[in-house]
Nanobody, 115 residues
Framework: QVQLVESGGGLVQAGGSLRLSCVVS????????MAWYRQAPGKQRELVAA????????NYADSVKGRFTISRDNVKNMVYLQMISLKPDDTAVYYC????????WGQGTQVTVSS
């Protein structure tokens, strides 16, 4: 069973930056598109950003366009999310997974943005 381990979250002031990392226990090249999702308290999990395996095309939720950048390293089986200009509304637990997602999820990494 695949394992997904997210890290890099933390507490940051509004306007700050964080870089999230995700290591996958299997080769992500064959997974196809990978993505970051987030779930804020009392809300459903939402897709934040996705990146294809072949040409590295990306797409983003409107709420994070221009502020978040997703990237991947198919050799290291890693997926990254660079976040800048963070806002309190970005506070959530962030998860990486395939797109569309597998049933298996990691523990996520908490991002808290204070105003």
């Amino acid at each position: 069973q695949v394992q997904l381990v997210e890290s890099g979250g933390g507490l940051v002031q509004a306007g700050g930056s964080l870089r999230l990392s995700c290591v996958v226990s299997r080769s992500i090249f064959w997974f196809g598109a990978m993505a970051w999702y987030r779930q804020a308290p009392g809300k459903q999990r939402e897709l934040v950003a996705a990146i294809t395996s072949d040409d590295g095309s990306t797409n983003y939720a409107d709420s994070v366009k221009g502020r978040f950048t997703i990237s991947r390293d198919n050799v290291k089986n890693m997926v990254y999310l660079q976040m800048i200009s963070l806002k309190p509304d970005d506070t959530a637990v962030y998860y990486c997974n395939k797109s569309p997602a597998l049933q298996t999820w990691g523990q996520g990494t908490q991002v808290t943005v204070s105003s």
